[in-house]
């Protein structure tokens, strides 16, 4: 099946979830795979007015980590993973208010992230004054850099991450 990518008018109308399906996978006692749990998990909106949802974490998956934890278990996990931990969410970013500045300081963390904007779009902004706007189904290897997310657009943006925790 051939076809294209949604135009951005074609994006500013689709709907955004109050929450997401997450379906993960395992292995029953007899080592057939089996669906292990089948969850709903909300969109909580955070303080900065942001849309988040922690689909997915565990900790110890990788190397260099510890004893793994997944699904409701990882609620009590640390908000961003520590080396051989991952978090899988989705964020959405709403339209910046007009006049308002863009954020002074940029964020860091450690983690190696990647991922996808699922709707509308965003602008990944770099501390030397470089930035991409990013359209959906356009990626992003982010690599533990300073930088800063904006959206200075009218319909909210969606990104999926996948965060993976590494030395320091």
Known sequence: MTGSAP???????????????VVETGVTETGLSTIAKDNVVPVNTVPDGRGLSRLWEADGVLPGGDAATSGDDAVESPFFPEAGGVRFWSVTVPPETPG???PAEFHQTSSLDVGIVLSGRIVLEMEDGTSAEL?????????GT???????????????????GRDK
């Open 100 to 102: 308002t500045p863009p």
């Open 7 to 21: 135009t951005h008018a074609q994006q500013d109308e689709m709907s955004l979830p109050s929450s997401y399906r």
């Open 135 to 143: 359209s959906a189904g356009e990626a992003f290897a982010q690599l």
């Open 146 to 164: 300073p930088h800063n997310w904006r959206n200075p657009y009218s319909v909210d943006a969606v990104i999926g991450v996948v965060m993976m």
